[in-house]
Every structure is written in structure tokens, then in C-alpha cells.
């Protein structure tokens, strides 16, 4: 019988669970070479903590790895019931407040080693953490992509940490009663990137589709609903998301730096972002909050023809 030990969290109902004891080992390296050491030698890790019958597709897992430098507090590893995300905002958020609840940290600034690149994450005394992102950009502004059934649909694609489609909700409102009408159309827009050969640089797949109207509630700047690689939508409002967005609207030129934009998600929680310019690059800041919600063993039994996951 294997036993790994988890932290569950959620970070504006979108939820993080975080291994801290009986993972893969994956020895030494980068971040990066640890991630592909994980995707290729031990995936059934991921499937069996994320994948049902014990996590579903919007479950994110976070590996907790020791840190690739020396300055940094932890490495980490997300993943999800399809594999791999270079970096993920609420799941940032989720492990910063587990390794408060772990006593690891307390209020202050930490860094995080991710496959893309160290994260520098507040904890602020009143329990909010804010994420210094990744240098995050747009990189094509107005794509047309022809969504069958759909027609054309246009869009931005901008990096956050994760490739975005980030096109304008025209089709549907963006309310809680829509979400599955809501799946089929960014799920077609996926699919449709794919099939017309639009990526982000260098060929990255576009991964995630981001949609985006003006929220009706005051003090809020926009709402969104992002579609994610397993095809489930997020309940936070997606913190490379709205990276990604925030740096459509520097290039824009609507958001000055230092400016607060505050996103909120399709079932209403919020991020708080602002940037400051690097370069020809923008470097997000998200502020949001998570909750600790569960502490358990997951136990994978050699006679359970579901213990590694299914699919
Ligand atoms: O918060 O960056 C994010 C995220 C990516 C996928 C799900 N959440």
C-alpha cells in the first residue's frame, strides 16, 4: 500500500492539492528538468492524485520539491487530469498558505522555483498573499479564428505564465447559468486554434481560453471565465489569466502601471492585479486568498483496479 499525504486548499473555489510526503522522486535538477522527469517516468503520480475516482478535472496537484536555488523556499510542480502547467496563480496561492499552515512560513516575502521561472509570493499579515508573476506579454493582438458554428471569433494571445486565447464575450453573458454553454463554445475556440495551426511563440499550444465582459458589480473592473487544458473551467479568476489579460491592457495602454485591476470569476471571487513594465515586458502582480480545507492520506492499494487513477 503506497500513502501520500496532501493538503487540500481552495483559492477562490478553485482548488490545490498539495503533496507533501510520498510523491515521485525526482531527484536533483531545474524545475523544468523536474517536471519532465515527472511527465516521463512517473505520470501515474499525477493521474492517481488528481484524476477520479479521488480528484476531478478541475482538481490542480502541486508537488512540493526542494528548491532549485538556494534563496527560495520550495520548488513546485502543478499539474492537472491532462498533465503539466508552467505556473498556475491561484495554485501559488494555495501552496503559500499551506506552507503557512504547515509553520514552514509566516508573513513576508518568499520564493518559489517553478518550471518557468522563480515566483516571489507575499504573505501578508492579514492572510492574503499576493504573486509577483512571471514577465508576462501579449503576444498577437486581433487573431481571427474561424470556430465552426461559432463563425469568426477574435481574440488576443498573451503569455501570463500559461498561453491564452483572450477574446470579448460576445455570444453569451457571462453568468453562472451559462457555464455549460459556456464549456462547448471555449472548448470549439480550443479546438479550433488547434486545427488552424495559431499558437503562441514558437508554436506553444494555446491552452487555455479566456473570456471577458464588464462585471455588473461595482469596485470590480471586469469579470471572466477561462476554459482550462482539461476542458474544466476555473473557479478563480485564474491567476496567469489575468496576468495574461492585465498584459493585453498595458499594451493597450489602459492600465497604467501601478494602477489595481480588479478580476473577478465567473461564481464572483476576486483577484486584485496590477504590473510594473520589465522591459518589453509587463511583471504581474496577483492578490487573492485561499483557505485550507482538507489534510488527508491518499492511499493506493495494489488490489483497487482504480488506484492509479481512471483514464
Ligand atoms: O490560476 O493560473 C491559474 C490557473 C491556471 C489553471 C487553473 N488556474
Same mark, same amino acid.
Given at each position: 500500500?503506497?500513502?501520500?499525504?496532501?493538503?487540500?486548499?481552495?483559492?477562490? %473555489?478553485?482548488?490545490?492539492? @498539495?503533496?507533501?510526503?510520498?510523491?515521485?522522486?525526482?531527484?536533483?535538477?531545474?524545475?523544468?528538468?523536474?517536471?519532465?522527469?515527472?511527465?516521463?517516468?512517473?505520470? #501515474?503520480?499525477?493521474? =492517481?492524485?488528481?484524476?477520479?475516482?479521488?480528484?476531478?478535472?478541475?482538481?490542480?496537484? #502541486?508537488?512540493?520539491? +526542494?528548491?532549485?536555488?538556494?534563496?527560495? @523556499?520550495?520548488?513546485?510542480?502543478?499539474?492537472?487530469? @491532462?498533465?503539466? $502547467? %508552467?505556473?498556475? !496563480?491561484? %495554485?501559488?496561492?494555495?501552496?503559500?498558505?499551506?506552507?503557512?499552515?504547515?509553520?514552514?512560513?509566516?508573513?513576508?516575502?518568499?520564493?518559489?522555483?517553478?518550471?518557468?521561472?522563480? /515566483?516571489?509570493?507575499?504573505?501578508? +499579515?492579514?492572510?492574503?498573499?499576493?504573486? =509577483?508573476?512571471?514577465?508576462?506579454?501579449?503576444? #498577437?493582438?486581433?487573431?481571427? /479564428?474561424?470556430?465552426? !458554428?461559432?463563425?469568426?471569433? *477574435?481574440?488576443?494571445?498573451?503569455?501570463?505564465?500559461?498561453?491564452?486565447?483572450?477574446?470579448?464575450?460576445? &455570444?453569451?453573458?457571462?453568468?453562472?447559468?451559462?457555464?455549460?454553454?459556456?464549456?462547448?463554445?471555449?472548448?470549439?475556440?480550443? &479546438?479550433?486554434?488547434?486545427? &488552424?495551426?495559431?499558437?503562441?511563440?514558437?508554436?506553444?499550444?494555446?491552452?487555455?481560453?479566456?473570456?471577458?465582459?464588464?462585471? +455588473?458589480? +461595482?469596485?470590480?473592473?471586469? *469579470?471572466?471565465? @477561462?476554459?482550462?487544458?482539461?476542458?474544466?473551467?476555473?473557479?478563480?479568476?485564474?491567476?496567469?489569466?489575468?496576468?495574461?489579460?492585465? =498584459?493585453?491592457?498595458?499594451?493597450?495602454? /489602459?492600465? =497604467?502601471? %501601478?494602477?489595481?485591476?480588479? &478580476?473577478?470569476?465567473?461564481?464572483?471571487?476576486?483577484?486584485?492585479?496590477?504590473? /510594473?513594465?520589465?522591459?518589453?515586458?509587463?511583471?504581474?502582480?496577483?492578490?487573492?486568498?485561499?483557505?485550507?480545507?482538507?489534510?488527508?492520506? $491518499?492511499?493506493?492499494?495494489?488490489?483497487?483496479?482504480?488506484?492509479?487513477?481512471? !483514464?
Amino acid at each position: 500500500m503506497r500513502r501520500i499525504r496532501v493538503i487540500d486548499s481552495h483559492t477562490g %473555489g478553485e482548488p490545490t492539492r @498539495v503533496v507533501t510526503d510520498g510523491g515521485p522522486e525526482l531527484g536533483a535538477g531545474d524545475l523544468a528538468s523536474l517536471r519532465e522527469r515527472f511527465r516521463t517516468k512517473f505520470d #501515474a503520480f499525477r493521474k =492517481a492524485i488528481v484524476c477520479e475516482p479521488r480528484g476531478s478535472d478541475v482538481m490542480v496537484g #502541486a508537488l512540493l520539491c +526542494p528548491p532549485s536555488s538556494p534563496a527560495s @523556499v520550495a520548488g513546485i510542480i502543478f499539474f492537472n487530469n @491532462v498533465g503539466y $502547467l %508552467g505556473m498556475c !496563480g491561484h %495554485g501559488t496561492i494555495g501552496v503559500v498558505k499551506t506552507l503557512e499552515y504547515l509553520g514552514r512560513i509566516g508573513p513576508g516575502v518568499h520564493s518559489l522555483d517553478t518550471p518557468v521561472g522563480p /515566483v516571489k509570493a507575499t504573505l501578508h +499579515p492579514d492572510g492574503r498573499v499576493s504573486i =509577483a508573476n512571471v514577465p508576462s506579454y501579449r503576444y #498577437a493582438h486581433d487573431v481571427a /479564428v474561424n470556430v465552426p !458554428g461559432h463563425g469568426e471569433v *477574435r481574440g488576443d494571445i498573451a503569455w501570463g505564465g500559461n498561453w491564452f486565447f483572450l477574446s470579448r464575450a460576445t &455570444q453569451l453573458p457571462l453568468e453562472s447559468k451559462h457555464i455549460p454553454a459556456l464549456l462547448t463554445y471555449t472548448s470549439a475556440i480550443k &479546438q479550433a486554434l488547434v486545427d &488552424q495551426g495559431i499558437t503562441g511563440e514558437g508554436g506553444a499550444e494555446i491552452d487555455h481560453v479566456e473570456l471577458y465582459s464588464k462585471s +455588473p458589480n +461595482p469596485g470590480v473592473n471586469a *469579470r471572466n471565465f @477561462v476554459l482550462c487544458p482539461g476542458l474544466a473551467y476555473d473557479r478563480s479568476p485564474c491567476g496567469t489569466g489575468t496576468s495574461a489579460k492585465v =498584459a493585453c491592457l498595458a499594451a493597450d495602454q /489602459v492600465l =497604467a502601471e %501601478g494602477e489595481t485591476w480588479v &478580476q473577478e470569476s465567473i461564481i464572483g471571487s476576486r483577484f486584485e492585479a496590477r504590473y /510594473v513594465r520589465e522591459g518589453d515586458r509587463i511583471r504581474p502582480t496577483i492578490t487573492g486568498t485561499a483557505s485550507v480545507n482538507a489534510e488527508a492520506t $491518499l492511499l493506493v492499494d495494489s488490489t483497487d483496479p482504480f488506484a492509479w487513477g481512471i !483514464g
